[in-house]
């Protein structure tokens, strides 16, 4: 079984920064591409960034040169560093990772989210 876990989420003032960690756990024999989604309430589900795992990056407009996403195929975590917040980003935060296991077919895994706010 396969778990995402994430972390580094909180309350901050605009402006301020936040990193998000992701570690994978399990019975992982790789992982795919990998990336970070978000939900503002009363809203749909959108994708923050991606990465794949040689590297190659994709983001979204609204983020672009504020965020950065990474991640370490070692330790299987991923990482989003976000600066220069503003208050629209306040959302929860949803890690995504399609993952290689020796258990099952491969697939999309979720994690548990965590919340970012960002205040004015």
């Known amino acids: 079984q396969v778990q995402l876990v994430e972390s580094g989420g909180g309350l901050v003032q605009a402006g301020g920064s936040l990193r998000l960690s992701c570690a994978a756990s399990?019975?992982?024999?790789?992982?795919?591409?990998m990336g970070w989604y978000r939900q503002a309430p009363g809203k749909q589900r959108e994708l923050v960034a991606r990465i794949t795992r040689g590297g190659t990056t994709t983001y979204a407009d609204s983020v672009k040169g504020r965020f950065t996403i990474s991640r370490d195929n070692v330790k299987n975590t991923l990482y989003l560093q976000m600066n220069g917040l503003k208050p629209e980003d306040t959302a929860d935060y949803y890690c995504?990772?399609?993952?290689?296991?020796?258990?099952?077919?491969?697939?999309?895994?979720w994690g548990q989210g965590t919340q970012v706010t960002v205040s004015s």
């Open positions: 995504n990772a399609f993952v290689i296991t020796i258990a099952e077919r491969p697939r999309d895994y």
């Open positions: 399990g019975t992982v024999s790789g992982i795919n591409t």
